[in-house]
């Protein structure tokens, strides 16, 4: 199982960019290209009748653009963006891409992305064969926000709690930072992993690890006093096993 081929589809409407990728891909023993494809509609041909490890797929791209192809897929293969925008990064993430190319893309910087690959397929294999129902941390460690023209990197463990503001929420670090951004606090409640995060108000998700003492209906977290819903003030007790 160890040697075997990574397959590996590569999909983008400029044959320039199919070309480079190609080359990239003949350097690299571990992969075995099965096809290019200039758009989403004849990689979807091939994904359906044979075994595809990992896509290589550009976004912009006529008729189904790559971040649609990706949800369109009930089985997912592993998935390596590239492209020439930086402003579908955080779709991206949120799709579970192994990593996300900007163009002109490097040697060096495509063969991190693939040993990126290779390491989740070995993550895959070692995993038992009968799933633990029981509530595991999620994969990723981070996700990537998107706030005054620029992404930013937010670690769940410098994360301290997040306060929705209309349609907009800020992210409380621990190092005192304060990032704003156009999101939503019912989203970041889903995506978030729940048995470090939870919701205690309509205004507020907080890092159950960082809580330093509940008193009446208010939270202290890193010396910050927060309110709790009457709603959530059940769930919140029983999270912290009160």
Known sequence: MENELIKTLIIDDEFPARKLLSEYVSKIPGLQLRG??????????????????????????????????????AEKPLVIFTTAYAEYAIDSYELEAVDYLLKPISFPRFLQAINKVSERIKARRKEPAAADPSPVKAERDFFMVKADYKLYKIDYASLIYIEGQSEYVTFHMKDKRRI?????????????PSNEFMRIHKSYIVSLSNIES???????????KLAIGKNYKDALLNALNV
């Not at 200039?38 to 359906?48: L, T």
């Not at 290589?56 to 790559?66: A, H, K, N, V």
């Not at 509940?214 to 910050?224: A, K, L, P, R, S």
């Open 36 to 73: 290019t494809c200039e758009n989403a509609m004849k990689a979807m041909e091939i994904i359906q009748s044979e075994p595809i490890d990992l896509i290589l797929t550009d976004i912009q791209m006529p008729d189904l653009s790559g971040l649609e192809l990706v949800k369109s897929m």
């Open 180 to 192: 704003t951004a156009y999101y939503s606090l019912k989203k970041l409640e889903e995506e978030l």
């Open 214 to 224: 509940v008193e009446g209906n208010m939270v202290t977290i890193c010396g910050q």
